[in-house]
């Protein structure tokens, strides 16, 4: 082997070395970005079934002031505070981000409605729009919840020891105000 085959060997062995490292480098970083698009999607969703989970709460607690006319649970006017959790967004679709980000909106648009109705029934207790848009919105988060447990493999939520099913309680609720929403716009189901 001459000098100019050695020198030749050794330039296409630094080149497909150069190459391999960069190879790696990018395949660590799509997985570096990959696992911290779960853990943050996780800590979305797990924020997302939290609110669900005290809708269905203030829902639970206000049908027990009504059946019990007042000596348990409490009424309420508000849904419960969202805070999202301090997240990279650029690790996420825009869709998704857009569709996460505009569920804060979503609440305050349902606590304008309660507000409304509230003074218009003139009683906490007059109308069912509280329920209503608690059943509304707690869905809903929990369907955002599940797309991203879903969307990023995160797996189903650990199941609550008590057995009940808060979200097929909210989806009653969702239902029925998604029914009354169409038929207040003459729209067909």
């Known amino acids: ?41 996780l800590r979305l969703a797990l924020k997302l079934e939290r609110f669900a989970i005290d809708c269905a709460g203030l829902i639970h607690d206000q049908i027990a002031f009504i059946n019990s006319h007042g000596s348990t649970g409490s009424p309420f006017s ?4 969202f805070e999202l959790p301090e997240v990279e967004w650029n690790l996420f679709p825009l869709h998704l981000t857009n569709t996460v980000l505009s569920f804060e909106n979503d609440i305050r648009d349902a606590n304008a409605s309660i507000s409304f109705a509230i003074d218009y029934d003139s009683a906490d207790d007059g109308t069912e729009e509280p ?5 509304l919105c707690g869905y809903r988060a ?3 919840a599940d797309l991203l447990r879903r969307k990023y493999d995160l797996g189903s939520p650990e199941a609550a020891l008590h057995g009940w099913d808060r979200v097929s309680f909210l989806k009653d ?9 169409h038929s207040m716009r003459g729209i067909q189901q």
């Not at 329920?131 to 059943?135: I, L, T």
């Not at 609720?173 to 929403?181: I, N, P």
């Open 1 to 41: 082997m001459n000098f100019s085959d050695l020198l030749s060997f050794s330039a296409t062995a630094a080149v497909l070395t150069f190459a391999l490292n960069q190879l790696v480098s990018i395949g660590k970083e799509i997985y570096n970005r990959s696992e911290k698009r779960k853990y943050q999607g």
């Open 131 to 135: 329920s209503e848009q608690a059943g």
């Open 142 to 144: 929990s369907q955002l």
């Open 173 to 181: 609720l969702h239902d029925k105000k998604l029914s009354h929403y």
């Open 78 to 81: 508000t849904l419960p505070t």
